[in-house]
């Protein structure tokens, strides 16, 4: 099978990066071709296919770096309505390579829809692996500043999203967001969508809600992707939080949970808006032994997520079933994660991990402080997180389930 792989970045940059490559590889290792479609950039891995790929508009990892000129403001506001530029330079890439598939990730602000038409036209199937909430939401995370979780727009009261400022906290960003998405639901993008592969069964719920037909919904988790025999997995008394340092991610709550402990905790991770240093600031004068350890690549965190007696995933939003859990797993580690979203799914109470309730700091407190003082649950914990990942997100299940999505599409098109 060839198939074309859309994703807005072509380097990785987080969670759904780590699947576009780890999925690439599998991919090519069963045999099928497979093709990049991207946007430019410096950080981006080389490949044959990048002279088809969109000029850059910005910052490709999270905005807000770029100096913004007339050009660069009106090619961001093109991509998040229609692209000719897309159109174009995917339909060449369609018609000179001539796939069985298209596999996108994502493309909502960078790319366009214009893509999915393209393909659409050409009659060549289209898969959508859903990493959040695009459209449903036009910040696509359920989530904003002033009123915390927050689905008005799910419900269709869209001048929510103005009114609450959802987007990168702008009036004015806001609307041409939810313009650009009331104009794909009068398009009716998604009915040019042959399949959903959805990571959770929440967002799932959720996209039945917002009128995806039940029939193109697959639930397919996300899998660890595995480079030889992990180390043996070591027990030591420090608490672990791996991800992106924003608001939504609960990261006021775990740090108020370890205040005034004797508890250590290390944040490994990056704030693209200056959150970090607000979380500093509240941290001046108090007792504590929380250390921020900064940005780091996979490699780097493995030690850690080696040595940590557990891993924290404390988040506030809808949390798209985030790698974190899953690394944490594959390295016999237990999770305390919050009991919200699509967390339950992963984390089983007791059994990989504890769980507790919303922003309840004392909650968490309390379950670090138990896996302190017995360490042996979290090696019984830890255990079975890893027997999940080796019977439930494998390589190999995951390939053959998405097959099972992708195969009788392009069997459907050759008859």
Known sequence: MKIVLVNYRYFISGGPERYYFNIKRILEQEGHTVIPFSIKSPKNYETEYDRYFLESVDDEEYFANTKRNAGTVLKSFTRMFWSREATRKFRRLLLDTRPDMVYIMQYHNKISPSIIYTAHKLGIPVVHRISDFQYMCPNALFYNDRTGVCEDCLEGRRMSCIRNRCVHG??????????????????????????????????????????IPAEKLRHIPTFFNQDGDLPKPIYEPFFLYVGRIEKQKGLATLLKAFEGTGMNLKIIGFSNDGYENTLKASLDGKRHNIEFLGRMTFDEISPYLNTCIATIVPSEWYDNFPNAILESFAYSKPVIATDFGSLKELVENNITGYTF???????????????????????????????????????????????????????????
């Open 170 to 211: 702008s009036t004015m960003l806001s609307a041409i967001k939810a313009a650009a998405k009331a104009l794909h639901d009068t398009m009716g993008v998604t009915r040019r969508i042959d399949a959903f592969v959805v990571p959770s069964e929440f967002t799932l719920g959720k996209l039945r809600r917002y009128g």
């Open 357 to 415: 309730p919303y922003a309840d700091s004392d909650a968490l407190r309390e379950r670090a402080q138990y896996l302190l003082d017995n360490p042996a649950e979290a090696q019984r914990m830890g255990t079975e997180a890893r027997r999940r990942i080796e019977s439930e997100y494998s390589p190999r299940k995951h390939y053959e389930v998405l097959m099972q999505v992708l195969q009788p599409l392009t069997n459907q098109r050759s008859s």
